[in-house]
C-alpha cells in the first residue's frame, strides 16, 4: 500500500510540473525557489519540488504527500473565505465520507478535550490559529489554518454533570473550492491528529 501511495505521489508531482502554472507561488500562497514551492502545511514547513514533498524534512510518500499534491494541483486565485464557517455535511455530495469525518477529525478529540484547552495557545501558534468569530459556542473555540487557503474552526464543550465532552469541526466557508470532498476529510483528520500530537 505504501509503494502505492508514493507511485501517486509521484503521479500528481509529474502532473502539476508537466504544466506548471507561472502563478502556483500566488495561488497556493507559497515561497517560490527555483522550482520549489515552501508553505506551512499541518503545523510544519512544507517543500513541493519535482522529486517529492515534504514536511520539515521528511520525504512524504504517504496519504499527507498525495493530499499536499492535491492541494497543489487544485491551486486556485481565490482567497479563503472563512466566515460563515460551514458543517462538512453541508458540502454536496459529502455524505459517503460524513462517517469517517465524524469518527476521526471530532470523536478522536473528544479523550483530549481538556489537555486541548490547556495548550490551545501553542496549538493556535504552531496551525497559524487565530480566536474564532464573535457568536460562536463552546466552551472554548479556535480557528487553525492547516492548510492555507483552508481554515477549520474547532468547537470545544467540556464535560459536565449532564453530558460527556464534544467536539466539533467546521470548515472555511469555501473551502470546497480547493479540494474535494474525500480530501477535505482528510484535511480535517490530520489536523486533528496533529492538535493531539501538539497537547501531549
Not at 502532473?15 to 502563478?23: G, M, N, T, V
Not at 504527500?65 to 487544485?74: K, N
Not at 465524524?102 to 495548550?119: A, D, G, M, S, W
Request: aromatic share 12%; charged share 25%; glycine share 8%.
Amino acid at each position: 500500500m505504501t509503494d502505492n501511495y508514493a507511485r501517486i505521489v509521484r503521479s500528481n508531482l509529474e502532473r502539476l510540473y508537466l504544466d506548471l502554472s507561472p502563478d502556483l507561488a500566488r495561488k497556493l500562497p507559497a515561497r517560490q525557489s527555483g522550482e520549489r514551492f515552501e508553505f506551512d502545511a499541518f503545523g510544519a514547513k512544507c517543500e513541493i519540488r519535482p522529486d517529492g514533498i515534504l514536511l520539515d524534512t521528511e520525504p512524504q510518500d504517504g496519504p499527507v504527500g498525495i493530499l499536499l499534491s492535491l492541494y497543489a494541483l487544485g491551486a486556485q486565485s481565490e482567497l479563503c473565505v472563512p466566515e460563515p464557517f460551514k458543517a462538512f455535511k453541508d458540502f454536496p455530495d459529502s455524505m459517503p465520507y460524513a462517517g469517517a469525518f465524524v469518527t476521526h477529525t471530532q470523536q478522536i478529540l473528544v479523550p483530549y478535550v481538556e489537555n486541548i484547552e490547556k495548550n490551545h495557545g501553542g496549538i493556535m501558534e504552531s496551525l497559524k490559529g487565530r480566536p474564532a468569530p464573535a457568536g460562536v459556542g463552546g466552551d472554548f473555540v479556535f480557528v487553525v489554518y492547516p492548510l492555507p487557503k483552508i481554515a477549520l474552526c474547532y468547537i470545544f464543550y467540556m464535560a459536565d454533570d449532564d453530558f460527556p465532552a464534544s467536539v466539533t469541526c467546521l470548515y472555511s466557508n469555501n473551502a470546497r473550492q480547493f479540494l474535494a470532498n474525500d480530501a477535505l476529510a482528510d484535511v480535517g483528520e490530520y489536523t486533528s491528529k496533529k492538535i493531539i500530537d501538539l497537547c501531549k
